[in-house]
């Protein structure tokens, strides 16, 4: 295998921030877990193989040693080794092989342990959910799976100002925000406008993902990339309803 390259590194960085802020639920520690976690890939000359899942990998040690040392409950009923799984082979897509390369155990007990994950994962942890999406299509396909996973949807928000008012209105549980509203407006100004009065977890859907994993401040922990699967968004509302494990 050849060594990592430092720019395919760095290509790889908007996806294991994804990673490391689904895993902890936060973007200010998902991002210094992957800071960290670079360095120690460009500090050991001898890391070989593909950046994504080198990443993956030195992310999720360092993220085993804190909650080792912090001895965490499982999250909404599932192991860290489940949460991780579903994180690994649905919200980055990587094959259940290569999963359970990252996190060094056998393929087929990857296979199984991911199974019983989204086995638990259909029960949920059901909430009220507002939408903000301008195109119809698609705002329609997005409220039959949230429906799916078992959420109650009590908003569709084409503009800015009607998901804040909406918001006002329902003060849901989740937000499901597109970026780009159109004419309607900006979905990460709504959203902004709508944190200063209620808070609510928020997954933004967006085609282009790396414009908000940057590494600035602000961005949101989920992020869920155009077209998705209907299990990338289920696994998404769960890791944003539950929340990721704290690591204070």
């Known amino acids: 295998m050849t ?7 760095i290509r790889a960085l908007p996806y294991a921030r994804r990673y490391a802020r689904a895993l902890t639920g936060s973007q200010p520690r998902g991002d210094a877990m992957v800071a960290d976690s670079l360095r120690d890939l460009l500090a ?9 899942p080198a990443l993956y990998r030195a992310i999720t ?12 409950t499982p999250v909404g009923g599932l192991s860290g080794m489940q949460r991780k799984l579903l994180l690994l082979t649905s919200l980055e897509e990587l094959p259940v092989e290569v999963a359970a390369g990252v996190l060094d155990i056998p393929a087929a007990q990857a296979a199984a342990q991911a199974a019983e ?20 299509i698609i705002a329609m396909d997005i409220e039959e799976l949230v429906l799916n996973c078992g959420h109650r949807v009590v908003g569709l928000a084409t503009t800015e100002s009607e998901a804040v008012q909406l918001a006002e209105k329902h003060k849901p549980g989740l937000i499901l925000a597109d970026i780009n509203l159109g004419i309607g407006g900006d979905g990460t100004s709504a959203v902004s406008r709508i944190m200063k009065h209620h808070y609510a977890p928020v997954i933004f859907v967006t085609a282009y993902p790396e414009r908000l994993l940057t590494g600035e401040d602000l961005e949101p922990a989920f992020v869920i990339t155009k077209p998705f699967e209907p299990l990338t968004l289920a696994i998404a509302t769960y890791q944003a309803v539950t929340g990721g494990v ?3």
């Open 44 to 52: 050991d000359g001898t890391a070989t193989g593909d950046a994504r």
């Open 246 to 248: 704290r690591l204070e």
């Open 61 to 72: 040690r360092r993220f085993d040693g804190l909650t080792t040392l912090a001895s965490p």
């Open 117 to 136: 994950a989204r086995d638990h994962l259909r029960a949920g942890a059901a909430t009220d959910v507002l939408i903000i999406e301008d195109e119809p």
């Open 3 to 9: 060594s990592l390259r430092r720019e395919d590194l």
